[in-house]
């Protein structure tokens, strides 16, 4: 075991991984930017280092401060946390070559993951369903064959694109040619590169995720699943686990194929296979996050895992103790992300001082948060405050719990949004669990039609 | 600041046991990183090979040896070296010569002071030298000199331009008049190669100074510069010691040469081989036209 961890993070996960090495027996040594020198990670830790100014370039992803401070305090590995350099395969790399154990996975698995092409190509070697599609495509009849063979609506999507541009929906196999002939003129202006691809498009889609934890002795496994469809703008705001829309079939067949992907491409540390699923119960991979997850609580509420002490027995090189066949989903569990933000001036940030702060208790309630009372939350990092973690027998107590919990949470001295998530619990088409990835967008607000 | 006592130590002994027993304790390697000798701050190696040696925070240019400037502006696999076999001997016996030479070619991996060849830069074939900084910083000797007339004798005979890089301390001492003499030897050659026509692109970058600065890098048809070099005959400190002055900043520089018309343009290393295709391309006789470039 390490007997000392940096935690290149600041905010709740740094609390939470300074934690769980206090537990441990681990000494911890945290990191700060000269903005954060009144958190709480900076007094929790055992020793704490300023690696620099407030702005995140020249502080929590300057890499040679933070790697100059591990070297100084003796600490033998590091937790990137999630987020700043957690996916950065270059901080991962110079981490082995000054020696220190880097919590996560290889910096070549973390590369192979981050680029978008190759994730999808290594992942359906590995036998992962993935979006039906095609390569580049040149020829206009051969493309309309495929488009043919894939079904519509379909993308077409240039291979250079980004923002928007370059992407074209077709509805009908009659508008086929034209629409492909306009995307490639489109992506011809825009990026100066013609080459365009083909897509199945996926309307009515549920995002889930697969928890994985994988050692350095070929042993994986899966920790269930987590629904997060309920996104504003990518940002995930609400996550439950398990999904109320998973079959125990399909859920052991996503389990199944996750864990296969994990051992084909030599996966270690914990890791999350995200899929696109369809109303009809298909799924495909959309991508791999090679680092702990902003959600994991509620996985680890339902299994009884802690996923932090084993990220980090599993890069002492420790063996997993448990199979698979011991992973229990009990209850249910649903997380709340708390967000520095205002609802009604369109989710606008804000920061400002704590001036009363009342944290809900009672059973199985959890709330990870940097906050305390007196604290003056700075300008320059994520607006995610806090999450509120509550576990149940049921989806339908845990949803009440939750709800009780919220009403509890005082924050005073900043707008937040716990009340577009009291909401969120009594919506009835939440309630139902019938929600897809566009609920925020198309469904919520709307007046209710009975 | 929160007190830093705030909360109590829980005492848990260290779990699993055992401690990981490690070869070697955490350390930064010194190869890892190099710190910039104009702004100080550190960079790790990795980002400056990336960024063409040059330091992403203030843009200074480090210096660079010649095979990584090949590697920099010639298409991949097409570089064909030539007279890499020719070296140097101490013709006039200048005491101490024989180890310099034997030492300059175990430190620099080079036989001498220029790499010359011919490449593709683009799908243009041209002919290159290269000076090599690490070998006697470059100082031009009887085998610099003649190599350089042979590649340009080469480029001349094949109706090739030249693109060069400078970097000099100028004549090798070592070597007196035989050194000098090579002034005169490789000027001769870029005339004719001029000419006839043909296009020499110069490029000097830190430092280029002495006999190569009177001689073959101020001939060039087009005389580009990386930023901030050192360009100059007599070196700064020489100049202020006999006029007992200070010089002002930035005198002898790229920029400075730039300002008073020795130099057409300053051109970064990132943007050096698109500049430098641009400039072949400007320069090139269309297939089936005349010399005078008309159809």
């Known amino acids: 075991m390490f007997s000392k961890i940096l935690i290149a993070n600041r905010g709740e996960i740094a609390l939470r991984i300074i934690r769980a090495c206090k537990e441990m027996g681990v000494a911890t040594v945290a990191v700060f930017s000269t903005a954060d020198e009144n958190s709480l990670h900076v007094s929790l830790a055992d020793e704490s280092i300023c690696i620099g100014p407030a702005a995140v370039t020249d502080s929590y992803l300057n890499i040679s401060a933070i790697l100059s401070a591990a070297v100084l305090t003796g600490a033998e590995a590091i937790h990137p946390g999630y987020g700043l350099l957690s996916e950065n395969p270059k901080f991962a790399r110079l981490c082995a070559q000054c020696g220190i154990a880097f919590i996560g996975p290889t910096w070549e698995i973390i590369q192979k993951m981050g680029d978008k092409d190759q994730a999808r190509t290594t992942m359906a070697a590995a036998g992962v369903p993935i979006v039906p599609g095609t390569d580049i495509i040149n020829d206009p009849d051969e493309a309309h064959q495929k488009a043919d063979e894939i079904g519509y609506p379909l993308l077409v999507k240039a291979r250079s694109g980004g923002g928007g541009k370059g992407i074209r ?58 629904e997060c469809s309920i996104q504003r703008k990518n940002q995930k705001l609400l996550e439950e686990s398990p999904s109320p829309s998973l079959t125990p079939k399909i859920r052991q067949a996503m389990m199944e194929v996750s864990r296969q992907a994990a051992l084909a491409i030599g996966y270690e540390n914990a890791g999350t296979i995200e899929f696109l699923m369809d109303a009809q119960g298909h799924f495909y991979f959309m991508e791999m996050n090679t680092r702990l997850q902003v959600e994991h609580p509620i996985t680890e509420m339902v299994t009884g895992v802690d996923i932090v002490k084993w990220q980090i027995r599993i890069a002492a090189g420790l063996p997993l103790t448990f199979g698979q066949e011991d992973v229990h989903i009990q209850g249910h569990a649903i997380e709340c992300r708390i967000n520095a933000e205002n609802p009604l001036l369109d989710f606008r940030p804000n920061c400002g001082t704590i001036s009363f702060l009342h944290v809900p208790g009672g059973p199985w309630v959890r709330f990870d948060t940097l906050l305390y009372q007196g604290y003056s939350i700075p300008p320059y990092y994520d607006s995610m405050v806090g999450k509120l973690i509550v576990h149940s027998k049921t989806r339908e107590l845990t949803i009440r719990k939750m709800k009780a919990a919220l009403c509890e949470l005082v924050i005073e001295g900043i707008d937040h949004t716990s009340q577009v998530q009291l909401d969120i619990l009594s919506h009835p088409l939440f309630i139902a669990g019938d929600y897809f990835t566009d609920f925020m967008e198309n469904e919520f607000g709307k007046p209710l039609s009975e | 600041m929160l007190n830093k006592g705030l909360f109590k130590k829980p005492k848990n002994e260290l779990e699993a046991q055992h401690r990981i027993k490690r070869k070697t304790d955490p350390a930064i390697p010194s190869e890892l990183c190099r710190s910039c000798p104009s702004c100080k ?199 202020e010691q006999t006029i007992r002055q200070r010089l002002p900043k930035g005198f002898q520089r790229a920029e400075f040469l730039l300002e008073k018309g020795f130099v057409d343009a300053i051109v970064p290393r990132s943007i050096q081989k698109e500049t430098v295709k641009r400039l072949l391309t400007l320069h090139t006789i269309p297939k089936g036209g005349d010399q005078n470039g008309s159809i």
Do not use: W
């Open chain 1, 169 to 226: 929906l077709v509805e009908r196999s009659e508008d086929f040619l034209n629409e492909y002939a306009l995307a490639r003129q489109e992506a011809q202006n825009a990026f100066n590169d013609d080459g365009v691809y083909l897509e199945k498009f996926l309307t009515r889609v549920k995002h889930i995720e697969i928890q994985l934890l994988c050692d350095q002795h070929q042993h994986v496994v899966a920790l269930g699943e987590r």
């Open chain 2, 41 to 239: 701050q550190l960079s790790f190696t990795s980002d400056l090979e990336n960024n063409f040696h040059v330091c992403p925070k203030c843009g200074h240019h480090f210096r660079i040896n010649a095979r990584q400037r090949l590697n920099m502006i010639v298409d991949p696999d097409t570089f064909v070296e030539q007279h890499h076999e020719l070296s140097s001997s101490n013709r006039l016996e200048f005491p101490g010569y024989d180890e310099k030479l034997e030492q300059a070619t175990l430190f620099s991996h080079e036989n001498e002071g220029v790499i010359i060849g011919t490449g593709k830069i683009d799908n243009h074939k041209v002919a290159l030298f290269v000076m090599e900084a690490t070998f006697m910083m470059g100082s031009m000797g009887q085998v610099v000199g003649e190599k350089i007339t042979l590649i340009f004798e080469y480029a001349h005979k094949h109706h090739l331009p030249v693109i060069g890089y400078t970097v000099s301390g100028g004549a090798r001492m070592q070597e007196g008049m035989l050194a000098l003499m090579q002034m005169a030897k490789t000027s001769g050659a870029v005339k004719r190669h001029s000419d006839a026509g043909l296009l020499y692109l110069a490029i000097l970058t830190d430092p280029t100074t002495g006999g190569v600065t009177a001689s073959f890098a101020m001939e060039g048809d087009i005389i580009l510069a990386e930023p901030e070099a050192l360009i100059a005959f007599a070196g700064p400190r020489v100049i």
